[in-house]
């Protein structure tokens, strides 16, 4: 289980990130989506941060090189999407990882939170690297959800051809 510190560290990065950039404002007594995923990614128990961090590491390596995406279902009722793309437009980028999240939450039955984590994929000579995280709580699932994830992976493709678990 000593790779679940990759998720703590994963986690103490965003806090720092948020942190650093003002973005947490502890003054506001409000919940931003963006302390809503680190709690998220907070709860996951140990062995569930062993998981996830081996998956994430795995993505982000030469096993992932040519998967744009990957989900994994965790605990809690709660699943994490990945995405690799190149951050010269991460307003684009964002908003793919958002209807991903999308996607995982009206397929993955049981599952009401999804936190999506999207960052550069390491390429030879480049260095540094951007992340967003995007946080979706939909308790409530509805018909035209399900309808809209239909629409998503018809035109966009995302996750069309993954098995679900049930």
């Known amino acids: 289980m000593e790779s679940s510190?990759?998720?703590?560290?994963?986690?103490?990065?965003?806090?720092?990130?948020?942190?650093t950039d003002g973005m947490f404002d502890m003054y506001n007594k409000q919940l931003t989506k963006n302390e809503l995923a680190l709690v998220a990614m907070a709860l996951q128990p140990r062995a569930h941060?062993?998981?996830?961090?081996?998956?994430?590491?795995?993505?982000?390596?030469?096993?992932?090189?040519?998967?744009?995406s990957r989900a994994v279902v965790a605990a809690?009722?709660?699943?994490?999407?990945?995405?690799?793309?190149?951050?010269?437009?991460?307003?684009?980028?964002?908003?793919?990882?958002?209807?991903?999240?999308?996607?995982?939450?009206?397929?993955?039955?049981g599952v009401a939170t999804v936190v999506g984590i999207a960052t550069?994929?390491?390429?030879?000579?480049?260095?540094?690297?951007s992340s967003d995280i995007v946080y979706i709580h939909m308790p409530v699932w509805s018909e035209d959800d399900a309808a809209n994830v239909d629409g998503i992976q018809r035109n966009l493709g995302y996750f069309r051809n993954t098995k679900w678990p049930n």
């Not at 510190?5 to 942190?19: E, R, V």
């Not at 941060?49 to 744009?68: E, M, P, S, V």
């Open 5 to 19: 510190y990759a998720w703590d560290n994963l986690i103490n990065h965003y806090a720092d990130d948020l942190l």
């Open 49 to 68: 941060r062993a998981n996830l961090a081996d998956a994430l590491l795995a993505f982000l390596g030469a096993d992932g090189i040519k998967i744009a």
């Open 76 to 109: 809690n009722a709660t699943a994490f999407v990945f995405l690799g793309g190149d951050s010269h437009d991460r307003e684009f980028r964002v908003q793919e990882l958002a209807l991903r999240c999308l996607v995982v939450r009206g397929r993955c039955n």
């Open 120 to 129: 550069d994929k390491p390429k030879d000579g480049k260095t540094g690297y």
